[in-house]
């Protein structure tokens, strides 16, 4: 498989900045990832997560939503997260730019919800002297600097379960993979499933020899017409949220989401 066009390398110069990064579909990803003299508001992340932050946001949200399932509550917070992280993480990466996302050097804000706005980065990172199309290798580092601890702090300071925070990062970055790659979008020709990440799914370490928690997150399964059906293996838990759509065929028990349903209506 190959990359679509990349964007302009930077020349001798160095990396592109961040607003000029992302272009096409794309572009909203320059207003979740930021450097952060540009947002005078954000807040350290390590801060965040360790001195309330998120369990404030968590209560913000919960107002309105009275009886709310709290684990359901951090699931929801956490998939604004890790899609405003691993998409622009991705896109980024694909065209060669490794930006600069350790923990503790980043900062965060957060709308009048709770929810994660946008990521404030120390800078725009750096031409990577890496060149891959491997995900697993492409990832690694975005594991090890930050979403290992990101995962253990949603944990300690929200209560979400990290294989189910692991399969939310998942999704994201099956998505931004498969929307840069040529074979793109979970393709079959001649009842062939061309899933561009699919090795992420299945390997069981990444290119650092550590386990790789993603592994069986996501799976493909025969939908209609012979068409790839991508399926979850850990429910999300939006179901449990008055007022928030449905992941649709994503979701991991489609059933018992149903039956819930109307068990509420």
């Not at 290992?148 to 925070?165: D, S, T």
Request: aromatic share 8%.
């Amino acid at each position: 498989m190959g990359y679509v066009a990349h964007h302009d390398q930077g020349g001798p110069f160095g990396p592109q900045p961040l607003v000029t990064l992302f272009t096409g579909e794309h572009a909203w990803c320059a207003e979740k990832i930021r450097e952060t003299r540009d947002m005078p508001d954000a807040q350290p992340l390590g801060t965040f997560f360790r001195s309330g932050g998120f369990a404030a946001a968590l209560d913000r949200m919960a107002l309105g939503r009275g009886g709310a399932d709290r684990r359901a509550l951090a699931s929801f917070w956490s998939l604004y997260y890790f899609a405003a992280l691993t998409i622009p993480y991705l896109v980024a990466r694909r065209a060669n730019q490794a930006l600069p996302v350790a923990l503790d050097a980043m900062t965060l804000t957060t709308d009048e919800e709770g929810l994660p706005r946008a990521f404030g980065l120390a800078d725009a990172g750096a031409i990577s002297d890496v060149e891959t199309d491997d995900l697993p290798t492409l990832v690694t580092p975005l594991v090890t600097a930050h979403l290992r601890e990101a995962v253990a702090l949603m944990q300690e300071h929200g209560k979400l379960a990290p294989k189910l925070a692991w399969n939310n990062a998942a999704v994201y970055i099956d998505y931004a993979f498969n929307a840069t790659a040529l074979t793109a979008r979970n393709e079959s020709v001649d009842g062939q499933d061309h899933w561009a990440a699919s090795d992420l799914f299945h390997v069981g370490t990444l290119a650092d020899g550590s386990v790789n928690p993603f592994r069986g997150c996501l799976r493909h399964e025969q939908g209609p017409e012979g068409t790839p059906l991508c399926r979850r293996r850990v429910c999300c838990m939006r179901y449990l949220l008055p007022g928030v759509a449905s992941c649709g065929e994503l979701c991991a028990l489609p059933e018992q989401r149903q039956r819930s349903l109307e068990q509420s209506a």
